[in-house]
């Protein structure tokens, strides 16, 4: 079983950043994928971000510009860093992870975090 655990999240005031960490407990040279996932009050959870194990990136439309993904694979941390941060980033972030004998195409995550909370003030 993967343990995924996420950090970082907080309460800001729009226009500032916030960096978000995530660390899993899986063989890194197993893994798929990470991402970075969002669930605002009262709406479904949705992809934020996510990067593959070839290091390609993927944004929401939301976020782009804005946020950046990266993981450090020595350390095995994977980063969100949220710049220029609104009041509709509010929201629980969670990290996730893909383990699979065969990665799927469509970066469905299996393993997940608990999450962390940011708040976004105006």
């Known amino acids: 079983q993967v343990k995924v655990v996420e950090s970082g999240g907080g309460s800001v005031q729009a226009g500032k950043s916030l960096k978000l960490f995530c660390s899993d407990s899986g063989y890194i040279y197993s893994r798929c994928g990470m991402g970075w996932y969002r669930q605002a009050p009262g709406k479904e959870r949705e992809l934020v971000s996510s990067i593959n194990s070839d290091g390609t990136t993927k944004y929401a439309d939301f976020v782009k510009g804005r946020f950046t993904i990266s993981l450090d694979e020595i350390q095995n941390i994977l980063y969100l860093q949220m710049n220029s941060l609104k009041t509709e980033d509010t929201a629980v972030y969670y990290c996730?992870?893909?383990?699979?004998?065969?990665?799927?195409?469509?970066?469905?995550?299996?393993?997940w975090g608990q999450g962390t909370e940011v708040t976004v003030s105006s």
């Open positions: 996730a992870a893909e383990y699979r004998p065969f990665c799927s195409t469509t970066g469905d995550h299996n393993y």
